[in-house]
Nanobody, 120 residues
């Protein structure tokens, strides 16, 4: 069974870079068939797709976040990461890593999500 786990600091100061890592375990030979995406949910708002990386390293990002977002992967360790620069309190959200078969879904596997608060 494929499992995903987000990790990283839960508190980030404004203007700093938010950095999260998703570790994928179980059923690793199937991961090359999936697109690896990051999604977030600010308090009181809906899910927001942030971006995606394919196994070959190709990426795509939400237009509203493209200038601040970078997604990378380490296939040897079955991990992929999110960097969101110049954060503000508006970036406070629960962040999820997911595996899916399309750029915007569907998503077959979800991490539990991790709360990230941007505050001084």
């Amino acid at each position: 069974q494929v499992q995903l786990q987000e990790s990283g600091p839960g508190l980030v100061k404004p203007s700093q870079t938010l950095s999260l890592t998703c570790t994928v375990s179980g059923g690793s030979i199937t991961t090359s068939y999936y697109l690896w995406s990051w999604i977030r949910q600010p308090p009181g708002k809906g899910l927001e797709w942030m971006g995606v990386i394919a196994y070959d390293g190709n990426t795509d990002y939400s237009p509203s976040l493209k200038s601040r977002t970078s997604i990378s992967r380490d296939t040897s360790k079955y991990q992929f990461s999110l960097q969101l620069s110049s954060v503000t309190p508006e970036d406070t959200a629960v962040y999820y890593c997911v595996l899916g078969t399309g750029v915007g879904g569907p998503y077959d596997y979800w991490g539990q999500g991790t709360q990230v608060t941007v505050s001084s």
